[in-house]
């Protein structure tokens, strides 16, 4: 599973609360990614980081911000949350210090907005 | 920005028979082409993935194609077996750098025994 890890894996919120998921990956990728699952949408890209410090809007990015203080997390906060935020989010990692290109999927979080 | 449609959004197969998949591009400067696949509650998981310096890559019973000139690809699975069920997903990006993907709709394919 290529050392990826989500935190929660399912969360209940109410709308104007915020939330934050975490991405852990122990392997030392460089590419961090945060993408969102929808029926019929496929999975898209929120944002995404290249290194500490370093990130940058995908094509969803409206609701989201997020951080990397360390290489090893990635955070995705919604500062207040809404309904049409429920929805499943999976990170991704890629180009670990090996070499690599290809991104792994982590296990998802099931974020629902009431 | 690239645009990824794949087609169809459901297949249902007789076991032992082929399934295709095909996705098209809209962004002449893509040149990574992964194929995912999704079982229900699962993580996307990479199954196999082509370049546009090949035509063509072939994995056991999984193979994909490229026409660049078209600016389409496509899935083939060959002898299908019932834990081919799953939803796939295409997606496009240039390689390297930041790599952003951008995924198809997805196709369920289900295998009838």
């Known amino acids: 599973d290529a050392g990826i890890t989500q935190s929660p894996r399912h969360k209940v919120t109410e709308t104007g609360t915020p939330v934050t998921l975490r991405c852990h990956q122990t392997?030392?990728?460089?590419?961090m990614y945060w993408y969102r699952q929808d029926p019929g949408h496929g999975l898209r890209l929120i944002h995404y980081?290249?290194?500490?410090?370093?990130?940058d809007k995908g094509e969803v990015s409206d609701g989201y911000s997020v951080s990397r203080s360390k290489t090893e997390d990635f955070l995705l906060t919604l500062e207040s949350a809404t309904s049409s935020q429920t929805s499943v989010y999976f990170c991704?990692?890629?180009?670990?210090?090996?070499?690599?290109?290809?991104?792994?999927f982590g296990p998802g979080t099931r974020l629902t907005v009431l | 920005g690239e645009n990824v449609e794949q087609h169809p959004s459901t297949l249902s197969v007789q076991e032992g028979d082929s399934a295709v998949i095909k996705c098209t591009y809209s962004?002449?400067?893509?040149?990574?082409f992964p194929w995912y696949k999704q079982e229900l509650g699962k993580r996307p998981q990479l199954i196999i993935d082509?370049?546009?310096?090949?035509g063509e890559k072939k994995d056991q019973r999984i193979a994909v194609t490229l026409n660049k000139t078209a600016k389409h690809f496509s899935l083939h699975i060959t002898e299908t077996q019932p834990e081919d069920s799953a939803v796939y997903f295409c997606?496009?990006?240039?390689?390297?750098?930041?790599?952003?993907?951008?995924f198809g709709q997805g196709t369920r394919l289900t295998i009838n025994p």
């Open positions: 991704a990692i890629r180009e670990p210090a090996g070499g690599g290109n290809e991104q792994f």
């Open positions: 392997e030392n990728h460089r590419y």
């Open positions: 980081s290249y290194g500490v410090k370093d990130t």
């Open positions: 962004d002449s400067a893509s040149n990574y």
């Open positions: 082509i370049r546009s310096n090949v």
């Open positions: 997606a496009a990006s240039i390689e390297g750098g930041a790599q952003k993907l951008v």
